[in-house]
């Protein structure tokens, strides 16, 4: 079974516009002749109209919405919103998510039902914090996390997702997962959902993996059974590195 490959750059709060609309006109001139990978980005939502003008063939997501069509929630956005500005797909989550603004399982649960409502891919993020790393108990934490938000979706609704696993100790800190700890992960969430789902959904799911992945250490990581593509942060930042990555399989 072959699974999709995904190269998603999460640009978190970063950039202005000018900077945003050189970095997509940047991506789509140097991914011209890139096949076989899929390349998501994921910038400010206030920028997702422009970049949606000039995407191409890239899928546009964005980083965060509240999960309710409309109504009283001052400052927020809703999925039909960003559905209407030419996303297709969202983050949900993301550990800065969780851990900054204290969303919830029950919250993140919310996200992922109304992604699937409004047909958008999701890309869920799990992955565990450094003392949980110590204590060794990664595998129960991740495991957890998706079934608490995730793993309640129908067989074809968990199709339609993509699953990003992303230590929280190597987020933005340059310190990188090392191959056998993406690989045991990555193996562990594959057989979980073959555990809910069984193996033909479990092996058409794409895990990418994220954690300060940049140009120089994507090609090991991608040599992983599991691995099937990144969610990067900071390299997404330069469209040279950003097409690197997505040129390391
Ligand atoms: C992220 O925040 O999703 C991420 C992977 O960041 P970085 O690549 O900068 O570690």
């Given at each position: 079974m072959t699974r999709k490959k995904i190269v998603a750059g999460n640009w978190k709060m970063n950039l202005q516009l000018n900077d945003a609309i050189q970095l997509i006109d940047d991506i789509v001139s140097n991914s011209k002749d890139l096949s076989g990978v899929e390349l998501m980005v994921f910038p400010p939502a206030l920028f997702l109209l422009e970049i949606a003008k000039i995407k191409n063939e890239l899928t546009v997501g964005v980083q965060n919405f509240y999960p309710?069509?409309?109504?009283?929630?001052?400052g927020e956005i809703s999925i039909t919103q960003i559905k209407n500005c030419g996303a297709s797909h969202v983050l949900i989550g993301h550990s800065e998510r969780r851990e900054?603004?204290?969303?919830?399982e029950e919250l993140i649960k919310q996200k992922v039902d109304a992604a699937i409502l409004h047909e958008i891919g999701v890309v869920f993020c799990c992955g565990e914090p450094l003392h949980i790393r110590e204590n060794e108990s990664q595998s129960s934490y991740v495991k957890q996390q998706l079934i608490d938000s995730l793993f309640h979706l129908s067989d074809a609704e968990i199709q339609t997702c993509v699953i990003a696993y992303e230590p929280i100790w190597a987020i933005g800190t340059g310190r990188t997962a090392t191959v056998d700890q993406a690989e045991e992960m990555h193996s562990a969430i594959r057989s979980w959902i073959t555990e809910f789902y069984g193996i033909e959904i479990a092996n058409s799911i794409s895990i990418l993996y994220g954690g300060s992945c940049n140009a120089s250490n994507a090609k090991e990581l991608f040599t992983c059974q599991n691995v099937d593509g990144g969610l990067i942060g900071?390299?997404?930042?330069q469209a040279e590195s950003f097409i690197t990555i997505a040129r390391s399989f």
């Open positions: 309710k069509e409309s109504g009283a929630f001052t900054i603004f204290h969303e919830s900071g390299a997404s930042l």
